[in-house]
């Protein structure tokens, strides 16, 4: 490896060793700059690597509240500006028992890449806490929500950090979070967050933007190698935002979604599943997947037991892993091969681990990496947030339009980054490479800050 790609990722190793999923993150997008390191020294002299593992700003702080029963819970809070290089910090806010400082660090790297890839003036930050929504009631949702926005508000703002949902923060979340820091600053801040409600400032297609903006990412993809959604099976995990609405364009473009799950186990329906049972049971009722098994009843259910999930067993042609960090590993790369994966396409952060991406790159799967293939929501904020700077609303058709040609172009950057690099079909590279080359370029004409 080249040795200075070597070196930054070794002091790195050294200051964050108690960081997994950051090193891990920091390891897959530096170990695929080489082509573009070796070529030119300007990045070694003007340290651009080590400017770019090392976030802008980091605030950590307690998240007091008052549950149901009257007991104090104290919660961490975090928000990590990583950069904001080509635009205001932006990245959502994630509320899971999992969220620690380095789940937080490698999410908010992956997005200044992530977001440099949409072309649109937006930096790159993530946020969130380890509170647990789960089982919560809406009244103690709200309490948690006031008191993380009391903290963060005074972070934040339309032109300084502009936070959004992740797992866990949807709209009721982003709502009473709105909510409150209105209510301190007493102004309507509309670009402040992202993912709002349509009746006070959000955007049409927001919602659905995440999973269609894969499904369009997939088609240019498949499309390149000469092959289309129409006809094929798709397997889903997770049955969250990004699911659901992954599943709902796969069908529209003529594929058949058979399995999706939940962090319990994965429901498998060979004709087909019925997407409007999963909304009901995930949107409405907050349930869990296995009640698909009640409106039907001849599906089949495979319970998680161990690490992996059942639903990387399942014959699919194309796997969308759209649930969590490091859900797809080498043997369930290894059995989706052996299947016959054709393509496999990343809506949730970094699903894949390193290994898995690896293993499938050898074995000629199409592979669509996270930064490139999910940046649809991110693209579609900004949409969100030019809507409310010009204080006028686009159709959904409108934002649907912008959308696809934004993950049409982030396809065709990626395919020729990869082109250039020597490594056709690698879009991993493609991706990691076009996105830096934005990034390095507004760091070194922005002098050392
Ligand atoms: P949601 O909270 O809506 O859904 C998450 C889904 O993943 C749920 O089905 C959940 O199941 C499942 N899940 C969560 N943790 C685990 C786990 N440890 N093991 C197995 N399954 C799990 O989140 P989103 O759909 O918004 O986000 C999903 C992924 O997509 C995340 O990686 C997120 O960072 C990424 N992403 C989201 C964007 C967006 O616009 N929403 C934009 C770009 C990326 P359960 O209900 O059982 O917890």
Redesign the pocket.
Same mark, same amino acid.
Not at 164 to 168: K, L, N, R, S
Not at 261 to 264: I, K, R
């Given at each position: 490896m080249n040795s200075y790609i070597e070196r930054v990722i070794s002091d790195a190793q050294q200051k964050n060793s108690n960081q997994p999923e950051f090193l891990q993150a920091l390891k897959e997008v530096l170990s695929s700059l080489e082509p573009i390191i070796d070529k030119d020294d300007k990045y070694e002299k003007n340290s651009i690597l080590e400017r770019m593992t090392e976030p802008e700003r980091i605030i950590m702080f307690r998240v007091p509240w008052v549950d149901d029963n009257g007991k104090i819970q104290v919660n961490r809070g975090y928000r990590i500006q990583f950069s904001s290089l080509i635009g205001p910090y932006k990245g %959502?806010l *994630?509320f899971?028992p999992?969220v620690n400082l380095s789940v937080m660090k490698f999410?908010g790297f992956e997005q200044i890449f992530k977001n440099a890839l949409t072309g649109l003036p937006i930096g790159g930050a993530k946020g969130g806490s380890d509170f647990n929504p789960?089982g919560k009631s809406d009244a103690e949702v709200m309490r948690f929500c006031q008191s993380f926005m009391t903290e963060l508000y005074r972070h934040i703002g339309q032109d300084v950090d502009v936070p959004? %949902?992740?797992? %866990?923060v949807?709209g009721r979340e982003i709502g009473y979070l709105f909510g409150q820091y209105k209510r301190i600053r007493n102004a309507y801040e509309g670009g402040v967050l992202t =993912?709002k409600a349509i009746c006070y400032g959000g955007s049409l297609a927001r919602t659905e &933007?995440?999973g269609y903006g894969l499904l369009f990412y997939m088609r240019e993809m498949l499309k390149q190698h000469n092959s289309s959604m129409e006809g094929k099976t798709v397997t889903i !995990? #997770?049955? %969250? @935002?990004? +699911?659901i609405y992954a599943a709902q364009k796969a069908f529209s473009m003529g594929a058949k979604v058979v399995a999706m !799950?939940?962090? @319990?186990g994965c429901i498998y329906d060979e004709n087909g599943i019925d997407l409007d049972c999963i909304k009901e049971i995930?949107e409405v009722k907050r349930g *869990?997947?296995k009640e698909y098994l009640d409106c039907h009843p001849n599906a089949k259910y495979f319970e998680?037991t161990g690490e992996n999930?059942p639903i990387w067993e399942i014959k699919t042609d194309i796997a969308l892993p759209? +649930?969590?960090?490091n859900?797809l590993q080498l043997e369930d790369a290894k059995k989706l091969v052996a299947n016959g994966v054709i393509a496999v396409g990343e #809506?949730? @952060?970094m699903?894949t681990t390193l290994e898995a991406t690896e293993y499938f790159l050898a074995n000629k799967v199409l592979f669509a990496p +996270?930064k490139a293939a @999910? &940046?649809g =929501?991110?693209a579609t904020s900004a949409i969100e947030m030019t809507q409310n700077s010009i204080r006028y609303y686009y159709t959904f058709d409108e934002v649907e339009k912008k959308l696809d040609r934004i993950m049409t172009n982030i396809f065709h950057e990626c395919k020729v980054a990869a082109d250039e690099a020597g490594v056709s079909g690698n879009y991993v590279v493609g991706a990691n490479i076009a996105a830096f080359k934005k990034l390095a370029d507004a760091m070194i004409a922005q002098g050392l800050v």
């Open positions: %959502g *994630r899971h999992s999410l789960k959004a %949902g992740d797992i %866990g949807g =993912g &933007a995440t !995990s #997770g049955s %969250g @935002n990004v +699911a !799950s939940d962090s @319990n995930k *869990r997947i998680k999930s759209c +649930a969590t960090q859900e #809506g949730a @952060n699903p +996270a @999910n &940046a =929501g991110v």
